[in-house]
């Protein structure tokens, strides 16, 4: 459907998405990441844009183009993509977090490529855990003041609905948006589970775009301003 006859249910409203993986350097040349295409976020990003929002992109390592009209911030690790975030909230209205953060980063960075030392022995490798950026932004003064809505994503590999419902909580957000991964990675399509504090609603599979359409859909509607 061609984007100017999109209705603009996000006017006046300021977005932003967090969207692709994110890299955790071990060294110059290797690190950790993982299975993400970024097209979920990048759909959502043109869809809120279409929708009369300005949208700010916060996209780790993807190859995709930028969405007409939206702002594209990149980053590599997960706390690049946390200041970024915090950055570009401080005046939104709407977070919308699709990206697949690493969990952990390596606690050390080597300058120098690490090299085989001849013995054998792989190196054995430390993790710290990344801040959670969906988390923080939640538990900010904006989110607890109504002054930003918060979504997440969750991809789970069963048991959908218990670990969305439990995640929404966890991360005290209004509304979280579950999918079955990974067979969704990288497709063009998919299906969307929508679980707030009323319950649970499916966004039969689609193409992502559509589905993203349906979501700000869906967002606009809860939006304090919404029917005023
Ligand atoms: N998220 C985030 N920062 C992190 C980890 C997750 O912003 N460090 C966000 C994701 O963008 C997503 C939501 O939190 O919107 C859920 O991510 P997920 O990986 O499913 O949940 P976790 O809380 O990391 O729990 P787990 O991976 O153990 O299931
Ligand atoms: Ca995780």
Not at 16 to 31: N, Q
Not at 133 to 162: D, M
Not at 197 to 206: F, I, M, S, Y
Request: proline share 6%; with cysteine.
């Amino acid at each position: 459907v061609i984007s100017q006859f999109q209705p603009k249910v996000l006017a006046g409203q300021q977005v932003v998405v967090t969207a692709g993986p994110t890299f955790e350097a071990l060294d110059p040349i290797r690190g950790i990441t993982n299975h993400s295409s970024g097209k979920m976020g990048f759909a959502i990003a043109r869809a809120a844009h279409d929708a009369g929002a300005e949208v700010t992109l916060v996209a780790g390592p993807v190859h995709l183009p930028t969405p007409r009209g939206v702002r594209r911030v990149d980053v590599q690790s997960a706390r690049d993509m946390l200041d970024a975030t915090l950055q570009a909230t401080q005046s939104a209205s709407v977070f919308v977090a699709t990206a697949a953060v690493a969990d952990w980063r390596p606690a050390s960075h080597s300058a120098q490529k690490i090299k085989k030392d001849g013995s054998g022995k792989p190196p054995v490798l430390h993790f710290v855990e990344n801040d959670d950026i969906l988390l923080t932004v939640a538990q900010g003064a904006r989110a607890k003041a109504g002054q930003l809505f918060c979504v997440g994503f969750a991809a789970e590999s069963e048991n959908l609905e218990a670990h969305a419902k439990a995640k929404r909580e966890r991360k005290g957000i209004p509304l979280l948006v579950g999918n079955i991964g990974p067979l969704t990675f990288g497709q063009d399509d998919n299906s969307l589970l929508l679980v707030d504090a009323q319950g649970v609603r499916e966004l039969p599979r689609a193409p992502k775009l559509k589905l993203a359409r349906d979501l700000v859909a869906e967002i606009a509607a809860r939006l304090p301003s919404a029917g005023s």
